[in-house]
């Protein structure tokens, strides 16, 4: 491998390069340096070390030379000024990579506004629109492992850069070639400027806007957990002005790259939630709410009946649409022709509820960029208005003046549609059930295969041409009535995209993509039944016979 010899001339310069080289073992080795990081759906992400296939300061400098190019050849002679904004979250090496970010951009003339402490996403993007800039960037794994950083990039409307866009920044990027000849010692420190917390405040008057009614009554309590990451202490401090009880999970509110007090920073994953759940029982509250580190997702659990019930994403999604559609229709404040967002592997339950408001709904791949990029077409041609987005993994949007998911917005809303609910003695787990009475009960369940490394990327593979190139005909006695197949040309209203989907004649659909941000490969189920009951047995019949096509691939 060319690269490996790159990076130990690189290491006879540079004394800590070396030192890693030397701590690695043979397999660390090639799986640092038999490819590059590639931009995925939330742009790029990977493991903390040396060479090309890791996230290190050669590697983003790489990248911020690709995407200043791309900038200046995009904007330059239409904006007087270019300025980008750079946010980070509170991972190893973090505020290192947005400085080097910064530094390179000042290389193009680019002046760059850098958040001076760890701040949520969808500040970033709020940033992007508020300060006129051409673009933003994000350094953050999200919910990653701790062992995991990333950098994601951002157009002038304060969305993640969509396929065209972001084809020509790769362009760019890969044109630059050895990554460790990247000049990082000259650049020009008049051109970085930092943001501190006053621009929060600006951020936050935006947050409390989404309020639909203010209840007199908030005896509500809440428990919340930053786990480690950047939404305290926004989060609480929004909330309490609004005049909720709220409590801070204390030890994991610090900003801690190990994420020492916690087993998960993932809301998808349950170990999130136990000391959360731990403090909900001493204090007895109504409603638990954990945010991943960048504080772009939110995860809700709700006492129900005596015990803390866990909201999928998708249930969160419904319960919220039904509060915000119910409330404007009270209140006589739904906007002319609402549209709503969401993805092909999102439950079809959010679109029954949408559709019975008379609001629209249309769907987009999954990433959070093809709902921002839709926003900002309905609001350029005035023909539809945007009411909500969101996506099965937590991530939700309320109002557009940020254009990623908003786990602030979201939790604003949670709160508020929980309180409202508690005031007429129910649950938001009420809410849900008599949707499943209304439109259908769903088990909406998401089954991720890990596969690292090289052989797991190759695996994955596999899989998805198993399942593109079999002639399946059933799942587990259920007729498949229509293939969706986003690769082959075949769904020429989305881009294409390494996605399956197999709809099945119950009603019930499974979906197949691998991630573009971790090593695994999704599996997406909307099982459907009269009742939950039957719509859980339901996804157990789909996902074990789907087990036993996954096991003939090696």
């Known amino acids: 491998m060319e690269s490996l010899q790159l990076w130990k001339n690189l290491g006879e310069k540079v004394a800590w390069v070396k030192q890693a080289y030397d701590l690695m ?204 990451g950047t939404s305290y202490p926004l989060v609480p401090d929004i909330l309490k002005e609004l005049g909720y009880d709220v409590v801070v999970v204390e030890e994991q509110k610090q900003y801690d790259p190990d994420f020492t007090n916690t087993k998960s920073p993932n809301p ?13 029982r001493k204090v007895d509250a109504d409603l638990v709410l954990v945010c991943d580190p960048d504080a772009d997702r939110m995860g809700i659990c709700v006492k129900h009946n005596g015990t803390y019930e866990y909201l999928t994403g998708n249930q969160g999604g419904a319960v919220l649409q039904e509060y915000i559609y119910s409330t404007h229709r009270d209140l006589n404040t739904m906007p002319a022709n609402p549209v709503m967002f969401n993805t092909v592997v999102t439950s079809d339950l959010g679109e029954k509820i949408a559709k019975s408001y008379d609001v629209s709904v249309e769907k987009t791949l999954t990433g959070f960029k093809y709902i921002g990029e839709k926003i900002e077409h309905h609001n350029t041609v005035k023909d539809k208005t945007f009411v909500f987005g969101y996506e099965e993994s937590y991530g939700y949007l309320l109002a557009d003046f940020v254009r990623d998911k908003d786990a ?29 009475e209304t439109h259908g009960a769903y088990a909406d369940n998401q089954i991720a295969l890990t ?64 991630s573009g941000t971790e090593p695994k490969c999704k599996f997406y189920y909307c099982a459907s039944g009269a009742t939950l009951k039957d719509a859980q047995e339901m996804f157990e019949r789909l996902s074990n016979a789907m087990q036993q096509h996954i096991d003939l691939v090696a």
């Not at 998808?268 to 909900?280: C, F, I, M, N």
């Not at 007729?479 to 197999?502: A, R």
């Open 268 to 280: 998808e994953d349950k170990r999130s939630y136990e000391l959360p759940l731990e403090y909900a």
């Open 408 to 436: 602030l917005q979201a939790c604003v809303m949670v709160v508020e549609s929980a309180n409202y609910y508690h005031n007429q003695g129910m649950t938001l787990v009420d809410v849900l059930e008599s949707l499943y």
């Open 25 to 228: 073992s043979e397999e660390e080795r090639y799986d640092a340096f038999y490819k590059t990081l590639e931009f995925g759906t939330a742009g790029m992400r990977g493991l903390l070390g040396i060479g090309p296939n890791r996230m290190n300061v050669y590697t983003v400098a790489k990248a911020n030379v690709g995407f200043g190019q791309y900038l200046v050849e995009t904007f330059k002679g239409e904006v007087e000024t270019l300025k980008v904004a750079i946010a980070y979250d509170n991972r190893h090496q973090s505020r290192e990579f947005a400085q080097v970010s910064a530094r390179i951009l000042s290389t193009y003339g680019i002046e760059s506004y850098v958040f001076e402490k760890p701040r949520p996403t969808p500040e970033l993007s709020f940033a992007v629109r508020e300060l006129g800039c051409v673009g933003g960037i994000v350094v953050t794994a999200s919910h990653n492992p701790k062992e995991y950083n990333g950098y994601k990039v951002y157009d002038e409307t304060g969305c993640q850069l969509v396929d065209q866009k972001i084809a020509r920044v790769i362009e760019c990027v890969n044109a630059v070639g050895d990554e460790t000849k990247v000049d990082l010692e000259h650049y020009d420190d008049s051109l970085v400027h930092g943001l501190d917390e006053a621009f929060d405040v600006q951020y936050l008057d935006k947050i409390k806007s989404i309020a639909l009614r203010n209840e007199t009554v908030k005896d509500l309590k809440v428990v919340f957990s930053s786990q480690h």
């Open 451 to 514: 596969l690292s490394g090289a052989e797991g990327l190759s695996r994955i593979s596999r899989l998805l041409d198993y399942f593109r190139t079999s002639d399946i005909k059933e799942i587990d006695g259920i007729e498949i009535v229509k293939v969706d197949d986003f690769l082959d040309g075949s769904m020429p209203e989305f881009p294409q995209s390494n996605v399956i989907k197999y709809h099945l004649e119950n009603g019930s659909w499974i979906a197949i993509r691998p």
